[in-house]
């Protein structure tokens, strides 16, 4: 069965740090993995995917994430955290069923950035 | 386009009560999924229809609980009789139903039950 692991419910960095949320999946076929981000009274946006196309996959406000076939993992990295990313994030695989796509969430990380 | 629209953003009822939750998919899509949210158990998947079909229905937690698609384009979800244990937030998400299509997200409802 396809699943992931998200380590670390609370992530908290300084303002400028580095942001390192992990993701390590579990899956007997190359899987399909994202990372979604959810503001506070929001729904879940899609920050990045990967398809198999490149190892190293870019999202939106800065993030990107490097799927490792080895590590079996799929972090989450940010160069410089700023205030604005303050939210709670989660990792997904793609389980591919007969009728269709179903994704599998984390736990969630959530993520606090101090000044 | 409008993105996935869910209906009411808020619902307060009394245990007992019926409850309606309404979800309008992206135009074009063709997968549609019932998540839950709570603080104890994170994001549930409820079901998921692909073309207007349930594929999955193990996450309903009993029989309280029903969901249907009448057309391609909308899904209701459906508590009778509803209790407390049953307030969260539930999202509706919809896809193009590719093994790499990512899911697209309403805004929620949150649903109390007092």
């Known amino acids: 069965a396809q699943s992931v692991t998200q380590l670390g419910s609370h992530v908290s960095v300084s303002e400028g740090a580095l942001v390192l949320l992990r993701c390590n999946y579990s899956?007997?076929?190359?899987?399909?993995l994202f990372w979604y981000v959810q503001y506070p009274n929001q729904g879940l946006q899609l920050l990045l995917k990967y398809t198999s196309a490149a190892t190293l996959v870019k999202g939106i406000n800065g993030f990107e994430a490097e799927f490792k076939k080895s590590e079996t993992s799929f972090h989450l990295t940010k160069p410089s955290a700023h205030m604005s990313d303050a939210a709670e994030y989660f990792c997904?695989?793609?389980?591919?069923?007969?009728?269709?796509?179903?994704?599998?969430f984390g736990t969630g990380t959530q993520l606090k950035v101090e000044l | 386009d409008a993105g996935v629209i869910q209906s009411p953003r808020h619902e307060v009822t009394e245990m007992g009560q019926e409850v309606t939750l309404r979800c309008k998919l992206i135009s074009g899509h063709n997968s549609l999924f019932w998540y839950r949210q709570t603080m104890m158990r994170g994001l549930e998947l409820l079901i998921y229809?692909?073309?207007?079909?349930?594929?999955?229905d193990s996450g309903m937690p009993e029989d309280r609980f029903s969901a249907k698609m009448p057309n391609a384009s909308f899904s209701t979800l459906k508590i009778q009789p509803s209790e407390p244990r049953d307030s969260a937030v539930y999202f509706c998400?919809?896809?193009?139903?590719?093994?790499?299509?990512?899911?697209?997200f309403g805004n929620g409802t949150r649903l109390t039950v007092t």
């Open positions: 229809f692909n073309n207007n079909v349930p594929i999955d």
């Open positions: 899956s007997s076929v190359p899987p399909y």
């Open positions: 997904a695989v793609n389980i591919l069923t007969g009728g269709g796509n179903k994704l599998t």
């Open positions: 998400a919809s896809s193009s139903g590719q093994g790499n299509s990512p899911l697209h």
